[in-house]
Nanobody
Framework: QVQLVESGGGSVQSGGSLRLSCAAS????????MGWFRQAPGKEREGVAG???????KYSDSVKGRFTISIDNAKNTLYLQMNSLKPEDTAMYYC????????????????????WGQGTQVTVSS
C-alpha cells in the first residue's frame, strides 16, 4: 500500500511562489508514475503535472513554464514548485501515485492513479 500526505499549501499573493510536498507515510514503496492534481469548488479535477518512473514530465498548458514537478527518492517525497502564481491557481491540490505502468500520454488523467493524498489548499489573492 502507498499512503501520501501533502503539505506546503497556504495563501500567497499573485506572483508569489509555493512548494508543495507529498511524502509517503512508508519510506519504501513502488510506483510507476506520480502526479499533482487540483480541484476548485464546483469544477472538475484537473491534472497539473505528472512524472513517470523514467523521469519524463508532463504539464498542463495552464501551468507550463511556471510549475515544476520533481522527486527526491532519498526522502521519498514528491514536490511541486509553483512560481508566478495566479488567482486562477487557487484550488485544493492533491498528489497521486500509480503503481501500474501506463502511457505517458495519460499522466494527467486522474483515472490512472490508484493512490491519493488528502490534499492541501492553495489560495492566491490578487
Amino acid at each position: 500500500q502507498v499512503q501520501l500526505v501533502e503539505s506546503g499549501g497556504g495563501s500567497v499573493q499573485s506572483g508569489g511562489s509555493l512548494r508543495l510536498s507529498c511524502a509517503a507515510s512508508a519510506y519504501t514503496y513502488r510506483w510507476y508514475s506520480m502526479g499533482w492534481f487540483r480541484q476548485a469548488p464546483g469544477k472538475e479535477r484537473e491534472g497539473v503535472a505528472g512524472l513517470d518512473r523514467t523521469g519524463i514530465t508532463k504539464y498542463s498548458d495552464s501551468v507550463k513554464g511556471r510549475f515544476t514537478i520533481s522527486i527526491d527518492n532519498a526522502k521519498n517525497t514528491l514536490y511541486l514548485q509553483m512560481n508566478s502564481l495566479k488567482p486562477e491557481d487557487t484550488a485544493m491540490y492533491y498528489c497521486a501515485a500509480d503503481t501500474d505502468s501506463r502511457s505517458y500520454y495519460t499522466l494527467l488523467y486522474p483515472s490512472r492513479y490508484n493512490y491519493w493524498g488528502q490534499g492541501t489548499q492553495v489560495t492566491v489573492s490578487s
